[in-house]
């Protein structure tokens, strides 16, 4: 059964005091940092993606609401000519609707992680429909005929894998980057359009934007998302990471080399680049031959220090690049999941 917050919602007539309600429903959840929720503060204004929250954050969001009278500029006005609060109604109606919501076996390329993910949280960790997505995405054969069973039933684990080649616990990460957060990169940032920062920060966050590496530390060392995101040669940069890979599997040195023969096991599982290319959906950035990346920015071979865009012309280069991947991608992996569905017996 439903909370009764939920019901209260439901049961809004029209002709209620939407605040009012509003604010019974806020008194009985708890507290949280909603005055840093940049997402739920942008669904008041852009109501799209109310539909894709779970019960948790769209009763979080009724909450965020009661607290507008501390925001500048959006206030509960605001709310209800966005639409928003007819949003959360209609949401509160399908969440009763059903009697759980189950996970299905087709990916939604329109899906915001954070829909499902607590606010202010790292959906790689939190979101259980990313970890739904990759489980179904990413159990299938491997090049050597093998099937890669993913299992989500592992005690301290996110995805487990077990096999004669060994045990792997893979967990999520973001592929994609738009520096929202780094510090040196916001004169650039703050210089955008706000409509085309959020469209930016929006389209990251769907499932092409997401893969698998291992999450276990092994002999001291950093994991591999670890070392990618700290290693100032690389900056996150998942491009420069392909080429680390690409690299590792002719046998040639890159930033990293090491932390890659750390966990070389994970990568003997897909055989060759092109293996673990096609393993990963990866195609949109490599060539036809897959002998060479396709950059988001110039690559001059060396690895220079601190490879961030260095102004706002090369910045939108690099992002309407990766942008580009990440949505190629996500097309790419939904129509596996429809070929999936429609395969099944």
């Given at each position: 059964?439903?909370?009764?917050a939920?019901?209260?919602?439901?049961?809004?007539?029209?002709?209620?005091?939407?605040?009012?309600?509003?604010?019974?429903?806020?008194?009985?959840?708890?507290?949280?940092?909603?005055d840093?929720?940049?997402?739920?503060?942008?669904?008041?204004?852009h109501?799209?993606?109310?539909?894709?929250?779970?019960?948790?954050?769209?009763?979080?969001?009724?909450?965020?609401?009661?607290?507008?009278?501390?925001?500048?500029?959006?206030?509960?006005?605001?709310?209800?000519?966005?639409?928003?609060?007819?949003?959360i109604?209609?949401?509160?109606?399908?969440?009763?609707?059903?009697q759980?919501?189950?996970?299905?076996?087709?990916?939604?390329?329109?899906?915001?992680?954070?829909?499902?993910?607590?606010?202010?949280?790292d959906?790689?960790?939190?979101?259980?429909?990313?970890?739904?997505?990759?489980?179904?995405?990413?159990?299938?054969?491997l090049?050597?005929?093998?099937?890669?069973?993913?299992?989500?039933?592992?005690?301290?684990?996110?995805?487990?894998?077990?096999?004669?080649?060994?045990?792997?616990?893979?967990t999520s990460?973001?592929?994609?980057?738009?520096?929202?957060?780094?510090?040196?990169?916001?004169?650039?940032?703050d210089?955008?359009?706000?409509?085309?920062?959020?469209?930016?920060?929006?389209?990251?966050?769907?499932?092409?934007g997401?893969?698998l590496?291992?999450?276990?530390?092994?002999?001291?060392?950093?994991?591999?998302?670890?070392?990618?995101?700290?290693?100032?040669?690389?900056?996150?940069?998942?491009?420069?990471?392909?080429?680390?890979?690409?690299?590792?599997?002719?046998?040639?040195?890159?930033?990293?080399t090491?932390?890659?023969?750390?966990?070389?096991d994970?990568?003997?599982?897909?055989?060759?680049?092109?293996?673990?290319?096609?393993?990963?959906?990866?195609?949109?950035?490599?060539?036809?031959?897959?002998?060479?990346?396709?950059?988001?920015?110039?690559?001059?071979?060396?690895?220079?220090?601190?490879?961030?865009?260095?102004?706002?012309?090369?910045?939108?280069?690099?992002?309407?690049?990766?942008?580009?991947?990440?949505?190629?991608?996500?097309?790419?992996?939904?129509?596996?999941?429809?070929?999936?569905?429609?395969?099944?017996?």
């Amino acid at each position: 059964m439903r909370s009764d917050a939920l019901r209260a919602l439901v049961e809004l007539k029209s002709s209620d005091d939407f605040l009012s309600v509003f604010l019974r429903v806020a008194s009985k959840q708890k507290t949280f940092r909603w005055d840093t929720w940049e997402f739920g503060y942008d669904l008041l204004v852009h109501p799209k993606k109310i539909h894709q929250l779970n019960e948790s954050n769209l009763l979080k969001l009724v909450f965020l609401i009661t607290q507008l009278k501390n925001h500048e500029t959006i206030t509960f006005q605001t709310a209800v000519d966005s639409g928003a609060v007819q949003e959360i109604l209609d949401s509160a109606r399908r969440l009763t609707d059903v009697q759980s919501v189950k996970f299905n076996a087709q990916v939604d390329g329109d899906y915001d992680f954070r829909a499902d993910t607590p606010p202010n949280r790292d959906p790689d960790s939190y979101s259980e429909t990313l970890r739904q997505y990759h489980k179904l995405l990413w159990s299938k054969s491997l090049p050597d005929g093998s099937i890669l069973k993913l299992s989500d039933q592992r005690s301290g684990t996110y995805l487990y894998y077990s096999s004669p080649k060994g045990e792997f616990n893979l967990t999520s990460d973001s592929i994609s980057h738009s520096y929202h957060y780094v510090k040196r990169m916001q004169h650039i940032l703050d210089a955008l359009d706000p409509a085309w920062s959020r469209f930016i920060y929006d389209d990251l966050h769907r499932i092409g934007g997401y893969s698998l590496f291992p999450g276990n530390k092994k002999d001291g060392s950093m994991t591999i998302n670890q070392a990618r995101g700290c290693n100032q040669r690389i900056v996150d940069r998942f491009d420069l990471t392909l080429e680390c890979i690409r690299r590792f599997y002719e046998g040639n040195d890159s930033p990293l080399t090491k932390t890659f023969e750390v966990y070389s096991d994970f990568f003997e599982l897909f055989s060759s680049f092109e293996g673990f290319v096609d393993f990963f959906a990866l195609q949109d950035l490599v060539d036809s031959k897959y002998s060479t990346v396709k950059f988001f920015l110039p690559f001059d071979e060396t690895f220079p220090l601190k490879p961030f865009p260095k102004d706002l012309d090369e910045y939108d280069v690099f992002i309407r690049n990766t942008l580009g991947f990440v949505l190629s991608r996500t097309k790419r992996l939904t129509n596996y999941s429809q070929e999936f569905l429609e395969s099944k017996p």
